[in-house]
Nanobody, 114 residues
Framework: QVQLVESGGGLVQPGGSLRLSCAAS????????MSWYRQAPGKERELVAG????????NYADSVKGRFTISRDNAKNTMYLQMYRLKPGASAVYYC???????WGQGTQVTVSS
């Protein structure tokens, strides 16, 4: 079955960096576009970034453009989200998502605080 497992979250100071990973299994990873979403307490889940199946095209929420980079390694069945210059407003649970079939990971907590 489809499994998406996020990792790499944690506590980081404002201005710091963090890299999230999403390990995929149970399907042909290289055939699917993937996305990262996040949800902060009391807020709706929002799209952070997306990437096409081959990784050629990416898109970002305006709030993270220039600071976050989405990428994937299809040989490793893994997607990444590199986050730079983190702000406290980035604190949220970050989720890996496969739009086809609406599959979600369990999420990984990112907390940006001094």
């Amino acid at each position: 079955q489809v499994q998406l497992v996020e990792s790499g979250g944690g506590l980081v100071q404002p201005g710091g960096s963090l890299r999230l990973s999403c390990a995929a299994s149970g399907f042909t990873f290289s055939s699917y576009a993937m996305s990262w979403y996040r949800q902060a307490p009391g807020k709706e889940r929002e799209l952070v970034a997306g990437i096409t199946s081959a990784g050629c095209i990416t898109n970002y929420a305006d709030s993270v453009k220039g600071r976050f980079t989405i990428s994937r390694d299809n040989a490793k069945n893994t997607m990444y989200l590199q986050m730079y210059r983190l702000k406290p407003g980035a604190s949220a649970v970050y989720y890996c998502h496969r739009r086809a079939g609406d599959y979600w990971g369990q999420g990984t907590q990112v907390t940006v605080s001094s």
